[in-house]
Nanobody, 124 residues
């Protein structure tokens, strides 16, 4: 099973930007759909963005559309999430996910590999 290690995150003021990275342990991830999720305290884990194996198709939650960009570099086995114009409501622990089993991409139960999580805090 692929191992995922996350980098990036931190604290920023509203309107700022952050970039998250997710490095996979091997290239098996390159043939699979991957996603970013986030989870705020007391809330369910929600799908933020998803990307096809080639990067040709991307999907976003309405709450981040136009502000976040998901991308991947298959040569480097790495997934990215560029977050611009951040808002306080974006504050959460962010997770990358792999091993998608098909179906509705924002469903966290359809993934079998997860990164360790990265905290993103946006102050007003």
């Amino acid at each position: 099973q692929v191992q995922l290690v996350q980098f990036g995150g931190g604290a920023v003021q509203a309107g700022g930007s952050l970039r998250l990275s997710c490095a996979a342990s091997d290239n098996t991830y390159s043939i699979r759909f991957m996603s970013w999720f986030r989870q705020a305290p007391g809330k369910e884990r929600e799908g933020v963005a998803g990307i096809s194996s080639t990067g040709g198709s991307t999907f976003y939650a309405d709450s981040v559309k136009g502000r976040f960009t998901i991308s991947r570099d298959n040569a480097k086995f790495t997934l990215y999430l560029q977050m611009d114009r951040l808002k306080p409501e974006d504050t959460a622990m962010y997770f990358c996910a792999a091993g998608f089993m098909g179906g509705d991409w924002p469903n966290a139960r359809l993934y079998n590999a997860w990164g360790q999580g990265t905290q993103v805090t946006v102050s007003s």
